[in-house]
């Protein structure tokens, strides 16, 4: 800034981060030269030939900001036949802005953004005169500093994201861990496909080894991502602590006791009396999944499912046998707290090989006619390749679907899971 002795006051660096929380307007300033009313046309054409970087000049009085000179408006209307002659000797403010865009220097920068867009090009193309909060003229901001400094706090946020992002997965995996381990102490041929969407998801396998045989379950939570991620550790916290004594025989009343602690958790009722809230706090999300008990030693399955089906394909079997779980999910506000799943008994003879999979392969839209890969394909793929160890299925079955998605868009989170019994 140019004080009443000519002098210019040091630049400062603009456009870096607060360390100590938002950013706001003054962390933009640059101390560019001022004038005064007083000075006349002359005086700034020295001083715009002086710093020839300087696109606008403020104009001050009494500390206070009243205009604004544009370099370029300037110089063209110096520039006009006779002009010079007749302006040079007169005060500045002949050329000023009178309306310039200013801003207090406590304002955010997203405000500012605001302020700036609203004000047209002319702010983002000739600056913004900052002011502290009496109104004295602080320093100048750019366009250019404004536009730098939010995509620097947009990158910022990304990375910050991405960082979550990484950690939730972290967390995800390791809820995931217990699961895997029981799955191969309980089974010598199986396979778990789990691919999320994203790097996070809603789709969550679940396994627990006990003396007598094993609970196992694929659960597709509502959405994908970070929020489905939330949404399987709270189902997975609700499965472990309710798997205990004879329930998890039961996997329709097992359904039942979480689909009520899901609904209570998400405010859709209350705890007490179990009825409906009658405000709009509560959430709409639950789950699709299905529930299987089995007891290797009887050779049968205890199955309950809810909007999720379970395939069945025994060695001497010509088709895969679907059963169709119930069709009321888990969680949801549409399913009353007081709905009772249906268990079915099925016999597994040895050979017998049992498949999960979540809607993320079933209504994936591909191949030539850009339609749902659907059960039927999925079924066909099994009794394919029905010869081969599990973790081989799953490859031919991977690949397959992989090939049917062509460039076609990842519409959900993707989880498989099959075993064969021995």
Request: contains cysteine; aromatic residues 8%.
């Amino acid at each position: 800034m140019l004080n009443q002795a000519g002098e210019v006051r040091e630049e400062r660096v603009a456009g870096q981060p607060c360390m100590d929380g938002e950013l706001v307007a003054s962390d933009l300033v640059r101390r560019l030269p001022s004038v005064f009313p007083d000075q006349t046309n002359e005086e700034v054409l020295t001083l715009l030939t002086s710093f020839p970087d300087v696109i606008g000049l403020p104009v001050i009085e009494q500390g206070r900001p009243i205009g604004l000179i544009n370099r370029s408006i300037f110089l063209n209307e110096m520039a006009k036949p006779f002009r010079r002659e007749v302006y040079s000797r007169k005060s500045c403010i002949a050329f000023m802005d009178k309306q310039p865009l200013v801003v207090d220097g406590r304002m955010g920068i997203q405000e500012l953004s605001f302020r700036v867009v609203d004000a047209g090009n002319k702010a983002l193309k000739d600056g913004f005169i900052i002011t502290d909060p009496s109104g004295e003229y602080v320093g100048m901001g750019t366009g250019e500093d404004l536009m730098q400094t939010i995509s620097h706090l947009q990158a910022e946020k990304s990375r910050m994201v991405m960082e979550s992002i990484n950690y939730a997965s972290v967390i995800q995996k390791s809820f995931l861990r217990s699961a895997r381990r029981d799955m191969e102490e309980s089974l010598s041929d199986y396979f778990i496909h789990w691919e999320p969407r994203d790097k996070v998801g809603g789709d969550y396998y679940f396994c627990k080894k006990f003396d007598d045989g094993f609970f196992i379950a694929l659960i597709d939570c509502t959405g994908h991502g970070v929020p489905g991620a939330f949404m399987t550790l709270i189902m997975a916290a609700f499965l472990d602590h309710l798997l205990q004594n004879e329930n998890r025989k039961d996997p329709a009343g097992a359904l039942s006791a979480i689909n009520r602690k899901v609904k209570i958790a998400l405010g859709q009722i209350e705890e007490e009396n179990i009825s409906h809230l009658a405000d709009s706090e509560h959430s709409d999300d639950g789950m699709d999944t299905a529930f299987c008990w089995v007891s290797p030693e009887s050779r049968k399955m205890v199955y309950a499912g809810a909007k999720m089906p379970i395939f069945i394909l025994t060695p001497d079997a010509e088709e895969v046998v679907l059963h169709e779980g119930d069709r009321k999910g888990v969680g949801y506000v549409e399913t009353p707290s007081h709905f009772a799943w249906t268990n079915r008994e099925i016999d597994l003879p040895p050979g017998a090989q049992v498949h999960l999979t979540t809607d993320g392969i079933i209504d994936q839209i591909g191949g030539a006619r850009s339609i749902a890969f659907g059960k039927k394909r999925f079924a066909k793929l099994l009794l394919e390749h029905r010869n081969l160890p599990m973790n081989e299925q799953k490859q031919r079955i991977m690949d397959a679907f992989y090939a049917y998605q062509g460039g076609q868009k990842r519409r959900d989170d993707v989880s498989l899971l099959g075993f064969r019994i021995q």
